[in-house]
Structure formats: structure tokens, C-alpha cells
T-cell receptor
Framework: DQQVKQNSPSLSVQEGRISILNCDYT??????FLWYKKYPAEGPTFLIS???IKDKNEDGRFTVFLNKSAKHLSLHIVPSQPGDSAVYFC????????????????WGLGTSLAVNP | KAGVTQTPRYLIKTRGQQVTLSCSPI?????VSWYQQTPGQGLQFLFE???????NKGNFPGRFSGRQFSNSRSEMNVSTLELGDSALYLC???????????????FGPGTRLTVL
């Protein structure tokens, strides 16, 4: 049962254009969402996050939008650069009954982004 | 600060053997999580340790185990290796604030395990 879904395994965009990566989740208890980027032969690196009390968070070229009613979030990269070519993972966490159990991250399968020069 | 380090980076084993992987978290980080990454399954959570205690556990068989030492370094062990255990094993550390929602984790480069 995939609680965090990234339905597009791959995406290809032209340099300078917008990249939009999508993520859907099923668990309404999730209250914190993160995006990670992963290059081959390296571990994922944190990119941007958003709390469920917000609907948008922006950091430079990266913006994450959260639509709680649709249980959907998206990552926008504008403008896209060749160095953005990587696998992007969406992850979510939520409060369990025990506040100490809220550190478990649930990950999507990733979307491979290729930005073409 | 030095990042998360994992040793070894590459490992080749045969079925039935056991393996121990090591992870050194970022200095000051008390939480260490382990993940298995395979092409078709993405990142699968194995377990998380905080202050030498296993705090969370994923859905993996008992052949997968781990521990954390007093200096926060962690090891994971896989016994009776199977072909399907071939994967990239990633370790991540975080400060481990107990009630914080900041689940930002810092990953190591991973250990690539191949089981023949």
C-alpha cells in the first residue's frame, strides 16, 4: 500500500522551462512534506519542505505547493537547469498517537527529471 | 561539519552469508535511520535509532537488524543473505529532536550491496 505516490516515473523538460513534479498521498495524518533530490551514486539531499499549515513554500527556483483537500503536492522548478537532472523523491510524515513516533518518513518511488540543454 | 559516512561503499557477498554495514552520523546528530533502495521499490524504511534505542521499524524480516552505539554510530546487519537483498543501503542522520516535526534527514552516500 503506497501511501505516497509519484505517478510519473520520469519527466523531460527543456532548459529554462518550468519543471513540475507531482506527488499524491493517502494518509490524512501526514502533516509535513519534504522533497529530496538524488544524483546517481549519492545519497538523497534535502531540497525543500512544507508544513500542512501552509499551502506554499518557496526557496529560490524551487516552490512547493500543497493542496490538502486533494492530498496533493507539487514541486515547481523555475527556470530548470541541466544540473537539476536527478531523481526527485517526495516524502511525508505525520503524528502518531505517540508524539515520539512521528519521525518515520514515508517515501514515494521517485521521479527522474531530465533537463535538456 | 563532516557529513554522514558509510562504510564500506561497495560489497559483494554470496547467498547465505551475513553482512554488517556501518554508519557514522553528523556530529551532534542522535537519530540514525536506515533505508533500502531498489529500482522498483524506491526508498524502503528499515529502522530508526535514537539514543541507542530502536524507535521505529519498517516491514522487513528479522534477518535485518541494527544497533546504535553510545557515540551515535550505527550498524545494520543482514543475516542469511538472499539475492533480493541486493540494493543500495542508505543511512540518514538527524538531530533527533523528540517532538519536532522537522524530519529533515541528511543522507550518506550509501553502501551498494550485491548478493551473488
Amino acid at each position: 500500500d503506497q501511501q505516497v505516490k509519484q505517478n510519473s516515473p520520469s519527466l523531460s523538460v527543456q532548459e529554462g522551462r518550468i519543471s513540475i513534479l507531482n506527488c499524491d498521498y493517502t494518509n490524512s495524518m501526514f502533516d509535513y512534506f519534504l522533497w529530496y533530490k538524488k544524483y546517481p551514486a549519492e545519497g538523497p539531499t534535502f531540497l525543500i519542505s512544507i508544513s500542512s499549515i501552509k499551502d506554499k513554500n518557496e526557496d529560490g527556483r524551487f516552490t512547493v505547493f500543497l493542496n490538502k483537500s486533494a492530498k496533493h503536492l507539487s514541486l515547481h522548478i523555475v527556470p530548470s537547469q541541466p544540473g537539476d537532472s536527478a531523481v526527485y523523491f517526495c516524502a511525508a510524515s505525520g503524528k502518531g498517537r505517540n508524539a515520539g513516533n512521528n519521525r518515520k518518513l514515508i517515501w514515494g518511488l521517485g521521479t527522474s527529471l531530465a533537463v535538456n540543454p | 561539519k563532516a557529513g554522514v559516512t558509510q562504510t564500506p561503499r561497495y560489497l559483494i557477498k554470496t547467498r547465505g552469508q551475513q553482512v554488517t554495514l556501518s554508519c557514522s552520523p553528523i556530529s551532534g546528530h542522535r537519530s540514525v535511520s536506515w533505508y533500502q533502495q531498489t529500482p522498483g521499490q524506491g526508498l524502503q524504511f528499515l529502522f530508526e535509532y535514537f539514543s541507542e534505542t530502536q524507535r521505529n521499524k519498517g516491514n522487513f524480516p528479522g534477518r535485518f537488524s541494527g544497533r546504535q552505539f553510545s557515540n551515535s554510530r550505527s550498524e545494520m546487519n543482514v543475516s542469511t543473505l538472499e539475492l533480493g537483498d541486493s540494493a543500495l543501503y542508505l543511512c540518514a542522520s538527524s538531530p533527533g529532536a523528540y517532538v519536532s516535526s522537522t524530519d529533515t534527514q541528511y543522507f550518506g552516500p550509501g553502501t551498494r550491496l550485491t548478493v551473488l
